[in-house]
Structures are given as structure tokens and as C-alpha cells.
């Protein structure tokens, strides 16, 4: 069974940039295909982009798209989010998932999830 880790969340301003990481711990992370969600308060929780296992795809969100991007470390079980062009809408909690399977934009396919890191992008 695989942990997961994630961190790097934090305040930025409208335009910036951050990177999360999403660490994993007991399994290699190169078994799973790794996710990112997010939920804002008051909202359901939304796909925001997945990678695969040798990381050969990718894919994103159309809210998302070319402004985040997904890379993995398998060596250092670790895959990263790197967000640019920051929004306040982008505001929310992001949590990572792991999946054996291909990837899924539906969060209930996901087994295991890290317990989030909290995104404040001020205006």
C-alpha cells in the first residue's frame, strides 16, 4: 500500500507561479498513475490533471491547461505540479491519488490520497 504526501501549497499572488509535490512513501511510485484534484469550499472536488506511469501522457483540465504541468521523479517517488499563471479561482485544497489502472478524471477510481495542501491565490 502506497502514502501519500503533499506540500508546497501556500499564498501567492494572481500571476505567480508554485510547484506541489506529491510524495509517496511504502510502494515505489512508479506503479500508479498519480492525479491531482482540487475542491474549493462549496464546490465538488475536480479533476485537475494525471500523469501515467512512465509519464509518456499527460492530461489536464481545460481550466488548467497550459498553465500547469505534470513531471515525476519515479526515482525519488515523487511527482511534481508546477502552476503558472496563477488565478484566484485556482484557490483550493489539491490532493494527489494513486491509481494502478490508466488514468480516470473521476476521484472515486483513485485508491489512495494524500490528506491535501491548501492553494491561496490572492487577487
Known amino acids: 500500500q502506497v502514502q501519500l504526501g503533499e506540500s508546497g501549497g501556500g499564498l501567492v499572488q494572481a500571476g505567480g507561479s508554485r510547484r506541489l509535490s506529491c510524495a509517496a512513501s511504502g510502494r515505489s511510485i512508479a506503479n500508479y498513475t498519480i492525479a491531482w484534484f482540487r475542491q474549493a469550499p462549496g464546490k465538488e472536488r475536480e479533476f485537475v490533471a494525471a500523469?501515467?506511469?512512465?509519464?509518456?501522457?499527460?492530461e489536464y483540465a481545460d481550466s488548467v491547461k497550459g498553465r500547469f504541468a505534470l513531471s515525476r521523479d519515479n526515482a525519488n517517488n515523487t511527482v511534481y505540479l508546477q502552476m503558472n499563471s496563477l488565478k484566484p479561482e485556482d484557490t483550493a485544497l489539491y490532493y494527489c491519488?494513486?491509481?494502478?489502472?490508466?488514468?480516470?478524471?473521476?476521484?472515486?477510481?483513485?485508491?489512495?490520497w494524500g490528506q491535501g495542501t491548501q492553494l491561496t491565490v490572492s487577487s
Open positions: 491519488a494513486a491509481r494502478g489502472s490508466p488514468w480516470e478524471s473521476r476521484s472515486y477510481t483513485y485508491d489512495y
Open positions: 500523469i501515467n506511469r512512465d509519464a509518456r501522457w499527460k
